[in-house]
């Protein structure tokens, strides 16, 4: 059967939802003329409009870890009348598979996890050699012999838009390193901002444009890098909204992150990066690109999953070494 009007239950994080669309493409290349709509919560929905595999994004008004089973199933009345033939639900809450069920959409796949038997019909066992998060989502992809497994994530940017951002602020002969150095999750994810400084002043040195980038709550680091700088970088950290930093990525030659949803985004636009990863594994969530290259340790301690260090050193991320990263960023 070719469902006509599939719902996907999306991820709240960021970089999750970018790896997520190598699914819709999935689905997409499937079931060509099938309708897809994505749930996910407000702040991811800019990355979700940038994805044309996706026909309607619908915003869900929740808070990390909220429940309110009522607002949710207020939302599931008005999703019934889609008349949805199939949900699947990315993330393994019980919380996350409540829609699907109220809506009562008669296939909702998903993976078994917190008590769902009875929200989630269409049960997939998690393959444990499935490490990698785009290969789990993957899993929950309908099945079929032509599926086309090796598509890269892509969303839409707007250089124009990107370009009237930046009106008066970059030269047209230089070329453009963007850099991100916040990271939501914890600082055992951020390499040390003087690194970043580093990089940045060696760029500038070379005749390059540097461009900062991040949400509002990376401003004091913006700040410390303008310091570390004396100003010569374009600092729009927390000056920009999601759809707008796409954007402006999208100008750029090469992009210098940690392991962070804007390295993601990156990857999406196929430009030239380095990830920097700490605390994390970048053979779980690496960038879906080509052209990235990782900078990781694997230190005997890594990965180790935490917000802060447990050992109060990072060396994951202290010993790699600005010069390191130069050599394969400019």
């Not at 070494?321 to 960023?329: F, G």
Request: net charge positive; charged share 20%.
């Amino acid at each position: 059967m070719n469902p006509k009007k599939i719902l996907i239950i999306g991820p709240s994080w960021l970089g999750d939802m970018v790896i997520a669309q190598k699914l819709f493409k999935t689905i997409k290349d499937i079931y060509p003329n099938s309708k897809l709509h994505v749930a996910s919560p407000a702040w991811t929905i800019p990355l979700v409009s940038r994805m044309p595999e996706v026909d309607q994004s619908i915003s869900l008004p929740f808070s990390h870890g909220e429940l309110n089973i009522l607002k949710r199933y207020q939302i599931a009345k008005v999703l019934r009348l889609e008349g949805y033939s199939q949900a699947i639900v990315l993330t393994n809450s019980f919380k996350s598979a409540l829609i699907p069920f109220f809506a009562g959409i008669p296939k909702r796949t998903g993976f078994l996890g917190e008590m769902r038997f009875a929200l989630i019909n269409d049960c997939i066992k998690k393959d444990p050699s499935l490490y990698r998060t785009v290969d789990q989502f993957l899993a929950l992809a309908p099945k079929s012999k032509n599926t086309k497994v090796s598509l890269s994530t892509s969303l839409i940017s707007k250089p124009s838009q990107g370009k009237r951002i930046l009106a008066g602020k970059l030269s047209r002969f230089k070329k453009v390193l963007g850099i991100a150095p916040g990271a939501e999750y914890g600082e055992s994810k951020r390499w040390p901002i003087e690194y970043f400084a580093d990089v940045a002043n060696e760029a500038i040195q070379n005749g390059w444009e540097v461009i900062s980038l991040g949400s509002a709550n990376d401003q004091d680091l913006g700040k410390t890098l303008d310091r570390l700088t004396k100003n010569k970088v374009i600092n729009l950290i927390g000056k920009t909204k999601l759809g707008e930093v796409i954007d402006v990525i999208s100008l750029c030659q090469s992009f210098l992150s940690n392991d962070s949803g804007l390295m993601h985004v990156a990857a999406s636009l196929n430009i030239k990066q380095v990830a920097i990863f700490g605390s994390s594994d970048p053979k779980k969530t690496p960038p879906l690109s080509r052209h990235a290259k990782l900078a990781y340790l694997g230190l005997s301690c890594s990965p180790c999953f935490e917000r802060v260090c447990p050992l109060q050193h990072t060396n994951c991320l202290k010993n790699i070494r600005p010069s390191e990263i130069i050599k394969k960023l400019i």
